[in-house]
């Protein structure tokens, strides 16, 4: 046998309590029967994850639901606080720390202007920062999910490169995990911003694009389910393509990408250039409203810029539901029409058709992101079971008697499954 069973059953304890869990959380309420239904698990096999799931306080008994002829079977359901997150967003301008319940909504919140530190003193300044809102924390904490800026090493938690802070290959994960002795998970801000739309959002399926557009750009890809990070953790890092070779020279040293004609940043400067005088977002925005009309052009075309880019992804991936967060979308339905109606423009149309961009209305988008990344990671919580006949089939095992620690539903409360009579693996 090339692995020990012990091992074996260990994983297949921890999904099967993953399962059991996601379960829950995703429909509300459930009695066990409806999980045993719902993951095609045995009913003596989901008793034993609930008996579990019960002892670690993540989920609870909440009454009895409707009979169907005989005793009305009891409901269970995962508490909103059963676990706390704690959320980071090291945004350009400002580092945000929040704690988040198990449903995104958020408890606390703190934040600090980050906008002149780099290096070591942008550490320390996040660090702090964490600290605060862990000492203001009264619950169960699952661990700290951070957005950082720049191209992470989700596996790992490094941030490999983020230019503005003058960050290289700094193991954050291991930083901050280390100094609060706490699971950790780190992140491209655009890809947790992706993840918050898909675990927290209102709409929910299988695929989805969010992309964040504001001093920098770039995508987060939600593909069947899963967040999509590529070979290179770097997916959807489509701020530094090239749109205009001959263009303006970008902060990544080559000329004409993305973010030289479609960022909040690239708006400002070029009214800047235009008027001759500084131009800040809320200068920017105002003339935008007021009809100013070399306002309108430059934020139109920025647009039409970043539609086109947009629809390349459409044209390759035919997600059909892109919602697009940052800055930028102060800009309203006038911007995104103009996204929109130049993403169409750039794919096929068989593809296009059926798409729809939207804005975002979640504000703190990228702290519920990095929640959502460490409730993922940390529970296996996601949303509804997708494609249950597509799900990896794990041995139904609950014939080992040793008690088994399961990382993966830990938290600093860790659950330990004590495995009773059941199948046999096979
Ligand atoms: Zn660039």
Redesign the pocket.
Known sequence: MDRPIKATLREARVHNERLVLATIYDGGRASRADVARLTGLTRTTVSDVVEGLLAAGLCREVGRGPSTGGKAPILLEVPDEARLLVGVDLGDRVFTAATVNLRGEILTRVDVPSEDSDGDVALGLALDLIAQVLDACDGPILGIGIGAPGLVDTGTGKVIQAVKRDWRQLPLGEIVAERFGLPVHVANDSQAAGLAEHVFGAVRGPNLITVKVGQGIGAGLVLSGELFEGDGFGAGEI??T?VDPSGEM?????RG????VASARAVVNQLAALSGRTVTMDQALADFRSGDPAARQVVLEAGRHLGAALGALVGALHVRRIVLAGTMTAFGDEWLNAVASAAAGHALAALSEDTTFEIGRMDDIVVLGASALLMTRELGMTLRPLHPERRPRWPDATNDKTPVQSSALSGRTPVGVVAEKGGVPG
């Open positions: 701020g530094h090239v970008c902060r990544c040293g080559r990408c993305l973010e030289t």
